[in-house]
């Protein structure tokens, strides 16, 4: 084994007006628009869909199951569109691709476009998801970088708390159609502009170092050799990496499910509004009997 080798950083001067935490709140914003309309969203559109083109739940919620996979395809490609294009135009494509993906689901009068929608939604709002939130926070924080992400990811749990009540009330009020027109043009106007003014900026343009280069005293940084990634055949045989990554999947496929038909299963019993508020609360943790008993 080789050594692990240690060594005293001298200490810093925190540079005045640090730009990460900019770019913090930035991702928080980001987050709060790209779960509150690409995860939250697609309940509330799966019911206003089958209500307006009475359609099968099975070909809507199969929709819904096209829009995250779509997702995932997109995911996998992430840091090679990075490589290609750059943070702000991915961020500003995916953005307007979501936005036109959930216009796509309110006009859509046949089921392929309804399933080309999904497609472009699920594309889009990935670039505006965790995976895209990582990105854009890990050059600026080495350190404070769990900090850093926690704060921003809480833009997703915001998202599906103010969000999908505001979807709720103005296609109630408005029609879908057009409430995915004003919300899809009002986040992508947003995205934007945190791409030009925040998430452009680097942190060797301004100046800075990770975490603002501020220290008090020397610390010890572990310096060890860089781990070498495993290519595909190798990382599926790390029992590591697949027993993380079936429990991910597992525990993922069963939220998303009982996300996706939560709101229409409780409109009956709370009238066409009346599940935005408790949409956004945190539900009770079921137990093993109701959940073998759901079906």
Do not use: C
Not at 42 to 64: D, G, I, M
């Amino acid at each position: 084994m080789r050594p692990v080798v240690l060594a005293m950083t001298p200490p810093a001067t925190a540079p005045s007006g640090f730009f990460g935490w900019r770019v913090v709140a930035g991702a928080f914003v980001l987050a709060t628009f790209g779960w509150g309309v690409g995860f939250y969203g697609p309940p509330v559109y799966l019911h206003a869909v089958q209500a307006a083109r009475n359609w099968p739940v099975v070909l809507v919620s199969s929709a819904v199951t096209l829009h995250f996979l779509a997702g995932v395809i997109v995911i996998a490609n992430l840091p090679a569109l990075y490589r290609r294009f750059g943070v702000p135009a991915v961020t500003k494509l995916g953005a307007a691709s979501l936005a036109l993906g959930v216009l796509g689901w309110a006009l859509a009068q046949e089921p392929w476009q309804l399933f080309l929608a999904t497609v472009a939604s699920g594309a889009g709002w990935v670039a505006m998801g965790a995976a895209a939130v990582n990105a854009i926070i890990a050059p600026w924080f080495v350190r404070a970088r769990p900090r850093a992400l926690s704060m921003a990811y809480n833009g997703a749990s915001v998202g599906g708390i103010v969000l999908t009540p505001i979807w709720v009330v103005t296609i109630g009020w408005l029609g879908f159609p057009l409430a995915a027109a004003l919300i899809g043009l009002f986040m992508t106007g947003i995205v934007w502009v945190l791409a030009d003014a925040i998430f452009a900026r680097t942190p060797a343009e301004l100046g800075q170092a990770p975490d603002g280069g501020a220290a008090e005293m020397p610390r010890a940084v572990a310096m060890s050799p860089a781990p070498s990634p495993l290519p595909g055949s190798l990382l599926w045989r790390d029992r590591h990496f697949v027993t993380l990554a079936l429990g991910m999947a597992l525990s993922l496929v069963a939220q998303i499910g009982l996300i996706a038909h939560l709101f229409s299963l409780l409109l009956p019993a709370l009238g066409d509004r009346g599940p935005a508020l408790p949409w956004g609360l945190p539900p009770p943790a079921p137990s093993l009997e109701a959940l073998l008993s759901v079906g």
